[in-house]
């Protein structure tokens, strides 16, 4: 207890495991808390200050399991492990304890085992600090502010890393992009309004550090020292800021793994000016990653994702989430997607290849800190394998490209810079790790079994030793009845003697007798036999005993050497993990774009957004699925592009940057609102697109308001989210961005709504010159089409039927007259009195809007309680004369001329009805 106490203190803040033979035990508050946390019994043991200890404990084979329990519900956990054998501290005396210690901090941004980690997503451990836009500190609240933000990240189960610049408004946006697992940052700054609310949006746990880990001077040399570099500009540079931030990343990470250091990649440098910009609103709206339930299943990434790798699904992860600005390469990226669209047959094989890949940058991570198995060990050289083996297949494509001229001249050059990383694979390690590793290893090395036969001639005949000990005994005996002729000695074992040769009585002569009386040592007499022993015997005996902790051993030399070799090769390695990954991404890519029939985007520097037969790659997947029929296609043109397409059935003269989208609800205004918004970010990522052809101008910012929820946690309704993200769009959008709006306004009174939604519109044509999708109910706003030059109306086509309608999902020129919503409302289910009573409400309102100009109060409205039908369950009404009529005739007693005369009857009766209803 005394110890426990001890490492408790240095370590309040965390869970303490406590290594006891077997199992992590936990004591006092800790078991408490774990007990209820976990679902297991708490106990007790001892007393501590006259009170019982409480205690609970997990099994060791368990433990990862328990552990990412703890750690998703924001808990850190110390690791204390003993750092010596039992057996050793008993030598010090009966009442030494075991020595023990810290070994590591688990905490949520720093996980590597695969159990904790979801192996198709990064998990970020994020740095960010805040740099004031003057001298002073700033007193303006973070969020929202032009202050900029130094934010670095690193993924420390594979060394991915990254480092960049934001302001304070978009901060938001890159929590959600990075999605980390935790957020290293000041004091002060997480005190900052709405900060650890967004932390919780992105869902990332806030860890405060003092204000001097935030040192850009042990950044710098932190950085250096980690990539063996003495300057930073090859890497781009860096400011004081970022190196603040990386340097709070870099002391984190030595504290929490108690001085190992992670394999550290060369940083991307990412920031404003190098990636479409989405905000946080955008990527929830859009579903990019995730769909609003939580879970990708229905985001964007769940229906482009073909990836076979979980390092390429991270990949093709970080690309969707960071769509580039740069569009050369863009390009390169699309070149890269064509050339396997097109090479079938390569791109099969690079896929096969690709499956036997494990996560190489994992396994890395984890021999690098010590935590490793022989599975890291095999990942690693299948790894290496597969690389070989699509290294291979790209430079037989390079060379038969080049040769024949059937995939233009080789390999482009995202391509052929995969190729080259790949073919640093094939080496002496590949060659050293196949030798050295059976085919599947275990997972634990402590009891061997992973070094393959004839690698090491020590380790063989140790095992031999161990697996054949009855062989080499039999052996040994054959050799000493030949050499003493005494054809009944045997070679026997028992607990007590161990080995020890026995003959009989009456044969027991030679063996007491020169010269055999000096090999065979006499050691025991029986009443019917005598026993004897050998000094080979005994040496023999000696090397069987010890033999499999001798193969143990030699296994665990062998496992040393091989991780040594690994680190000395991290370098290559790194580049070969990343090569494997965006391999992969390519391959996935173009295997989505040959199956789905997406098409190339061309993406320029123009302000164009042309799409021709576009569609939504998410929900046309699931009609797909669904067998619910195909999905309409559809066209959209903001801006003229330089060589325009043409989409049928628009004015390709037009320069309209705006589009108004009126038409019925249900009729897929924010299904083609979200399609082109999720196009252009598709195109950007270096994506083939849904679509018959696609001409995009590089997009700087995207901006999606779709969707109505309120904040009640913030106090805020659902029309107050709506205005601030509003807001927040005509504050921050250029025009070069693409704005995606949907029903402003409708949260407050009509005139409240229609006035805002007019001025929005107005602002984003006359100041902003964005491009932008704007649909609305608020069937007035059409009329803006006529006034201002930038804006062209369209609506989404229903056909009538009876009182029915048919949503035909196309988009075309003009505007909606009616929105449908009461036949919407019945195909949802309303009651149909419901439906009967809005239909005579809407009818009073449109007869009292034409004749006054104005909606007109509605006193000689007869009262829902009067005007509804005597069955409302069934909606059975009163039938009218004419159906009392109807029924009262037999067709079969009628003449030609009764039939006739009957038929003019009814006729009548309905004139006279229409005339009462229109008196009234």
């Known amino acids: 207890m005394a110890q426990f106490l001890e490492i408790k203190a240095a370590n309040p803040d965390c869970i303490l495991w406590y290594r006891m033979g077997d199992f992590y035990e936990l004591f006092f508050e800790d078991a408490v808390v774990a007990s209820q946390a976990l679902g297991i019994v708490l106990t007790k043991r001892g007393k501590h200050l006259g009170q019982d200890i409480p205690m609970c404990g997990v099994p060791i084979h368990r433990a990862d399991e328990y552990l990412q329990r703890l750690i998703r519900r924001g808990y850190r956990v110390a690791v204390c492990e003993q750092l010596e054998d039992p057996a050793e501290a008993r030598k010090r005396g009966s009442k030494a304890v075991v020595k023990r210690d810290v070994v590591r901090l688990v905490t949520p941004g720093t996980l590597t085992e695969d159990t904790l980690l979801d192996a198709r997503a990064r998990n970020y451990l994020t740095a960010i600090f805040r740099v004031p836009a003057g001298s002073a500190v700033s007193a303006t609240p973070l969020i929202g502010s032009p202050d900029k933000v130094a934010v670095a990240s690193l993924d420390i189960s594979t060394g991915e890393c990254e480092i960049g610049e934001t302001i304070g408004a ?38 405060p550090l003092p204000n001097a880990h935030f040192d ?66 955008t990527r929830s709206s859009l579903e990019l990653v995730k769909a609003t339930s939580g879970g990708k299943e229905g985001s964007l990434l769940a229906a482009i994702d073909r990836t076979v790798t979980g390092s390429g ?12 600005r740069d569009v050369a390469a863009i390009d390169a990226r699309l070149d890269c997607v064509g050339y396997l669209v097109e090479a079938e047959t390569l791109r099969q094989d690079l896929r096969a290849a690709l499956r036997t890949a494990p996560d190489m940058a994992r396994a890395v991570t984890r021999l690098a800190f010590g935590r ?36 233009g001249l080789g390999l482009p050059a995202g391509l052929d810079d995969v190729r080259q990383r790949l073919a640093l694979a094939a080496g002496p390690l ?9 085919d599947e290893p275990p997972q634990q090395r402590r009891d061997g079994g992973f070094v393959r036969a004839g690698y090491r001639a020590s380790l063989d005949e140790a095992l031999e030793l161990r697996d054949a000990s009855r062989n080499v005994m039999a052996a040994l005996e054959a050799r000493y009845v030949d050499e003493s002729g005494v054809r009944s000695l045997k070679v026997r074992h028992n607990n007590i003697l161990g080995f020890f040769i026995e003959v009989t009585q009456q044969n027991a002569k030679p063996l007491l007798s020169a010269p055999l009386s000096d090999t065979f ?19 023999t005996e000696g090397r069987i005993a010890s033999a499999a902790e001798r193969a143990v051993a030699i296994e665990q030399e062998v496992f040393a050497e091989l991780c040594a070799r690994i680190a000395g090769a991290d370098a290559n390695l790194g580049a070969i993990a990343a090569a494997l990954a965006e391999l992969d991404v390519i391959a996935a890519l173009a295997e989505l774009a040959h199956d789905n029939a997406y098409v190339r985007p061309t993406v320029e520097e123009s302000e164009a957004f042309e799409i021709v037969g576009g569609r939504h790659p998410v929900v046309e997947q699931a009609l797909t699925a669904s067998r619910a029929g195909p999905f309409i296609d559809n066209d959209c043109l903001l801006g003229r592009p330089a060589t325009p397409v043409a989409p049928a059935g628009f004015d390709e003269t037009s320069d309209a940057r705006i589009w108004i989208v009126t038409g019925p609800n249900m009729a897929g205004k924010s299904t083609f609102l979200r399609q082109n918004a999720l196009i252009a970010v598709l195109a950007q990522m270096g994506s083939y697109v849904p679509a018959r052809a696609a001409h995009i101008g590089i997009v700087d910012r995207l901006f999606s308001r779709v969707g109505a929820a309120d904040d009640i946690a913030r106090g805020r309704s659902t029309f107050m989210v709506e205005m601030v993200e509003t807001a927040g769009i005509l504050n921050q959008a250029t025009s070069r961005s693409l704005v995606i709006l949907d029903e402003i306004g409708r949260g407050t009174a009509t005139f409240d709504g229609l006035s805002i939604a007019w001025a929005t519109l107005e602002y984003l044509h006359e100041v902003t010159g964005c491009r932008a999708l704007f649909a609305t109910h608020y069937h007035e706003l059409t009329a803006l089409a006529g006034r201002l030059k930038g804006v062209d109306n369209v609506t989404v086509d229903v056909k009538e039927w009876h009182d029915d309608i048919v949503f035909l999902h196309k988009v075309r020129a003009g505007a909606a007259d009616r929105s449908y919503g009461i036949q919407v409302a019945k195909l949802a289910g309303l009651p149909a009195t419901v439906v009967t009573r809005a239909s005579e409400v809407l009818k009073r309102l449109e007869k009292s809007d034409r004749r006054s100009g104005g909606t007109a109060p509605l006193d000689d409205l007869p009262l829902f309680a009067a005007a509804r039908p005597t069955n409302p369950i069934t909606d059975e009404r ?20 009764g039939a006739l005369d009957e038929l003019y009857r009814l006729k009548d009766m309905q004139r006279s009805t229409d005339k009462a209803r229109s008196n009234r």
């Open 170 to 207: 978009d901060l938001p946006g890159e929590l959600v992009r990075l999605s980390p697992g935790e957020v290293l940052a000041t004091d002060s700054m997480l005190a900052e309004p709405h900060l650890k609310e967004w932390l919780g949006v992105a869902g990332a746990a806030a860890t």
């Open 521 to 539: 040592r006499h050691r025991q007499t029986m009443s019917n036999a005598m026993r004897f022993t050998t000094t080979e015997l005994i040496e």
């Open 878 to 897: 009163a039938p009218s004369p004419i159906e009392i009529a109807l029924a009262a005739i037999n067709p079969d007693e009628l003449t030609p001329r």
């Open 430 to 438: 590949l060659a050293e790790l196949s030798a050295a590793l059976v």
């Open 372 to 407: 490793g198995s022989p599975r890291d060990l095999a990942a690693i050289r299948d790894g290496l394998a597969a690389a070989e083996t699509a290294a291979v297949k790209l430079t037989v494509a390079a060379g038969a490209g080049v040769a024949d001229g059937s995939m």
């Open 313 to 324: 699904a991270r990949e093709l992860a970080a690309r969707l989430a960071t769509p580039l």
């Open 216 to 281: 850009s001077l042990a950044g710098e040399r932190g950085l250096k020292e980690r990539l063996g570099v003495s300057e930073l500009g090859a890497f781009g540079g860096f400011s004081r800021a970022e190196l603040a931030a990386v340097a709070a990343l870099l002391k984190y990470v030595d504290l929490t793994q108690i001085g190992r250091q992670p394999v550290l990649r060369p940083p991307r440098r990412t920031g404003s000016n190098a990636a479409l910009l989405i905000d946080a609103a």
